[in-house]
Structure formats: structure tokens, C-alpha cells
């Protein structure tokens, strides 16, 4: 009885797996890249970009910020908290090219808490001039017209926030490439699903826009400082305060610089143990997500021919919802040949966001508490 229980869970989880990924792929909009939103805001607005090491084509992220087709004051701020960090020879480099925008460069060592990135934004925010602010991270590449689209949004709002999902663009590498299909084939129908449908309220480091004075009324970037998801604890502060997050319509892209099988999976189970932490319910409901290692498993118990039938269509609808991402977002074709790699690997970054309590993060390591905050391990000293 446990047996044939077992089984059949297995099998109608695959299936609602396989169901999912026709469903998300339908609801990736088509051709958002291009669109233009309406409204043409020209506001004052300073863009913060902390830092933290050359990484993978960071030159090109930071210049695309100041290459904005945009007639409004921009102020651009990149913060690190060391100065001996190589990522200022990027800052460096810009400045000749800058577009006109000021730029200014912010090496600050006070540690404001335990999430690194959240103390580099602490140090960042007294040299703030303008009342909207963009939070962007480093990793990430943007278009011409992004700045007027999301300070364009943020303008209809009137308040709150506003922030977007993202796409992933790989280095070349084949650690690139699998972290690229993690992105487009599940982080990203799952936020186009989630939001939907009313599942998720996301607020991603990809893109944060919010005013001044929001900022200011929910106590500054010191109240995520101990944080591990800081960015969705951004949003959750602004929602107590009746505040909307609003997710934009397009996305950016993430530059996946992955060169190592460790740093694969240290940065890809620090995600699943962000997201375990933001929902725990939802995060164990993810398992029906995973509907080729189901099929599988449905299979090894003596599935027979629906299993394997399941196992098939599981991989046929990753690579449809693959094309469906890569058509809307105007994407080169993805490597759908890894698709069963990267399925089997997910899952394995799944079990895994369950049995860790502790995560790597730029180089230290970090224990998670029930609540989500950070906790650095004995020995491990803050810069």
C-alpha cells in the first residue's frame, strides 16, 4: 500500500511539473525587451552599485549604466569596502567615458552588520544626492532605455517600489552555461508563475527603485543589515508600511560567471537557502518543480512505461519552455542538450537547501538562522 502510494505521488507530481513548464512558458511576455514603456520621466536619480572583485565582464555592466538614454541628472555611486579591491580599476577605467553622468567611487570599511553587501551599502549612502534611487547589482547588464523604463514606473507609482527578474547571459564556460539554464529555465518561470498567479511577492537585487524617503522611513539599509535575502527584506519592510513592490514587465540580464563546479554550487545553494528561509512552505512545494528526477524515481520504484513517458515530457517541456524564455527575451539559443544535467542538478540544490544551515559568500563562510539572518562562522572576520 505504502509501495503503490509512494508511486503514484511520484507520478502525479511529474505530471504537475510537466504542467507548470507549459503553463510558465505561456506566460512569458512576448518581445518585452523591446517594448517601450510609456511616459517619458526625466528625474533626478542616483544609481547604487556596490562592489566586490573584477568579476566576469564588469566593465561592460558598470559602463552600460552610464551609457542611458536618459536627459535627467544621474548620479552613480560604486561602493567596495576595501581599498585594495580590484573591482576600483573598473571605476577607474570609466571615469574618461562617463557620459557626462557623475560618478563617484565610495571605500568605506564600517561593517553595518553581518550581510556584506548590505554593510557596503550602508557606507555607500551618505553620498546620495538624488531622491530616486536605483539599486542595481554588479553582475548585472542592462539596455539603453533601462533607467527611463524603471524610473518610469517608479513615477507612475507614486510610491513604494519597483523591481525585475532577470535572464542569464553565460561567460562560456560549462558552469556558466548550467547556471544559465537554472536561471531561464527555473528561477524565472517560477517568478513569472508566482507572480501570476499571487504566489510570491519578489523583490530582487537585480533591480530595486525606490524613493528617498521610503528608504529613510523604514530605517535605511540597516534594517536588512543581518539579512541574508536583503533585497526581499527590503521589500518586506516597504509592504508593512503599505508600500507597494511592483514587478516590471521586462527583465535584465545576469552575467553568470560561474568557472568552477564549487562555485556552481556554493552560489546556487546559497539561493535555495535564501529562498527556504523567505518561505518555507513554498520552498518544500518546489518538489513537484522537479518532474524529471520524479519521472526518474517513479521509474526506479517500477514505474514502467508512464514513468518513463513522464521522464520524456519533462524534458521535452523544459526545452519548450527553454524557447518560449529565449523568444520572449530575445535570447540566443540555450544548450537544451544539458537540459537533463541541469534538471538532476537543481534537484540536487534543492535537497540540499534543506540540509544546509550555513553558505559561502564572497569568499566567507556563514551560518543561517531560523529567521534568515547571518551569523559569520568562528574565524571568519568581516572586512
Known sequence: MVYNAMLFALLVSAAFGCVFMIVAAMLVP???????????????????????????????NLAAFCDQDYAGPVQIIFGVTDPRDPAIQSVERLRPAGCGRQIDLVVSTRVAGSNPKVSNLVGMSPSIRHDVIVLVDSDIRVERDYLRRVVGALDRTGSGAVTCPYFGIPTGSLW????????????????????????????????????????????????????????????????QRGETVSVL????????????????????????LTIRTIDPVGYASWITNHALP??????????????????????????????????GYGLPP??????????LLSFAVFIAGFAGQGVSWRGRRFRVLAEGDLVPKEGQLLP
Open 334 to 343: 540555450h544548450p537544451c542538450w544539458l537540459v537533463p544535467v541541469r534538471d
Open 30 to 60: 512576448s518581445g518585452v525587451r523591446r517594448e517601450r514603456m510609456a511616459g517619458d520621466a526625466q528625474l533626478p536619480v542616483t544609481i547604487l552599485v556596490p562592489l566586490h572583485g573584477d568579476e566576469p565582464g564588469l566593465f561592460d
Open 176 to 239: 556558466s552555461r548550467l547556471a544559465q539554464l537554472m536561471i531561464d529555465g527555473h528561477f524565472l518561470p517560477g517568478i513569472l508563475v508566482g507572480v501570476r498567479f499571487g504566489l510570491t511577492q519578489p523583490c530582487m537585487g537585480s533591480t530595486i527603485a525606490l524613493r528617498r524617503q521610503s528608504l529613510a522611513a523604514i530605517g535605511g539599509f540597516e534594517a536588512v543589515a543581518d539579512c541574508l535575502a536583503d533585497d526581499y527584506a527590503l521589500g518586506e519592510e516597504l509592504r
Open 294 to 327: 520524479l519521472a526518474l524515481a517513479a521509474l526506479a520504484l517500477g514505474g514502467g512505461l508512464p514513468a518513463l513517458a513522464l521522464a520524456a515530457a519533462a524534458v521535452a517541456c523544459r526545452v519548450i519552455l527553454l524557447r518560449a524564455v529565449g523568444r
Open 249 to 272: 514587465p521586462f527583465a535584465v540580464g545576469h552575467i553568470c560567471g560561474e568557472d568552477s563546479w564549487r562555485a556552481l554550487w556554493q552560489h546556487e545553494v546559497r539561493w535555495a
